[in-house]
């Protein structure tokens, strides 16, 4: 076993994290409500919930349904919207040493570019994610279930910002490839996988949906294996970093995520059980190189394929 400490370090674009382990988007809110139970600096990145242009109330509740591995969420991309969280909630999480990657959601391609250029502005963001994905809202998965509709998005805000741009792709198409190469034709620095997935659960009492939105996306343990295969098939076909995300609960499913092709994982439903979800997997990830002689958390990236 190796005494000197590994190198946990990986690069998404022109963004250097300290470690592979950052939060996934609506699942952490703005960052600094977990502050009191996570240590905010230990993160590799805090992805915050979703911005949109305007302040959107969300959907009509119920909202959230536990499911047998999981659970179902309808949130609706509820927000105070892009100029409140400007002025309101990023301040206070860039007081913390952490990257900041702000998650953008649109109804067009002229809503994404406007949050583009307004929080590259503002100076307190690292990255840019863009939700292309959401199942919750009527028009969330447009852009992802069409190559020409992905490129011809990203390649527009590409042309507004600077910052590293990840694109979030969904698991509710066909095939996920060309969506893939489509973003990085279009100058994606780095692709996160996956959004949730479409599904739906019924009150056998009320004899209705559990759901106020009746269909809802899916996250937790059940989608493990369906993220897993998407990070596979994705890491074949490309050349950026991947972001690994859909049931990472402990260091041994990051670890999957890791050797099917990710440099990088977001923890989301996990949190909701246990706050410190993620920093725990990030010294799950740790003890893992030193107990295995790794000089870093690179060398395992995509080993699975060799």
């Known amino acids: 076993m190796t005494s000197e400490r590994p190198d946990m ?3 998404l674009g022109s963004l250097r994290l300290r470690n592979p382990v950052m939060t996934a988007s609506g699942t952490f809110g703005f960052g ?12 590799g990145a805090v992805v915050i919930k979703a911005v949109t242009v305007e302040p959107r109330i969300g959907n009509r509740p119920p909202r959230i349904a536990e499911t047998a591995a ?3 969420n309808a949130i609706g991309l ?4 892009v100029d409140a969280v400007i002025a309101e909630k990023l301040p206070e999480l860039a007081s913390y040493d952490v990257p900041i990657i702000a998650n953008l959601a649109g109804e067009s391609v002229a809503e ?9 502005a503002c100076g307190y963001v690292a990255a840019l994610e863009l939700n292309i994905s959401c199942p919750n809202v009527s028009h969330g998965m447009m852009f992802s279930s069409s190559p020409e509709l992905t490129g011809e998005l990203v390649a527009a805000v590409r042309r507004v910002t600077d910052l590293p741009l990840i694109t979030k792709l969904s698991p509710n198409v066909t095939d996920i490839v060309p969506m893939a190469v489509a973003a ?3 100058g994606s620095d780095a692709l996160s996988l996956i959004n949730t997935l479409l599904g739906m659960s019924i009150d056998v009492a009320r004899r209705r949906p559990m759901v106020g939105n009746i269909t809802a996306g899916l996250s937790g343990p059940a989608i493990k294996p369906v993220a897993l295969r998407c990070v596979w098939q994705v890491y074949e076909a490309v050349q950026v970093p991947l972001i690994g995300m859909g049931g990472i609960m402990d ?3 990051a670890l999957q995520f890791i050797m099917a092709g990710a440099s990088a994982v977001a923890v989301g439903t996990a949190s909701f059980v246990n706050p410190a979800a993620s920093v725990e997997i990030i010294g799950g990830l740790e003890q893992y190189c030193c107990d295995h002689d790794l000089c870093g958390i690179g060398s395992l990236v995509g080993v699975a394929h060799s």
Request: aromatic letters at 6%; hydrophobic letters at 40%; glycine letters at 6%.
């Open 78 to 81: 509820q927000n105070p919207g």
């Open 32 to 43: 600094v409500e977990y502050a009191e139970c996570v240590d905010l600096e230990r993160l």
């Open 112 to 120: 994404y570019v406007q949050l583009a250029e307004r929080l590259t």
């Open 9 to 11: 370090s990986v690069q």
């Open 251 to 253: 260091s041994h499913d």
């Open 184 to 186: 990085v034709e279009a």
């Open 70 to 72: 999981g659970m179902l």
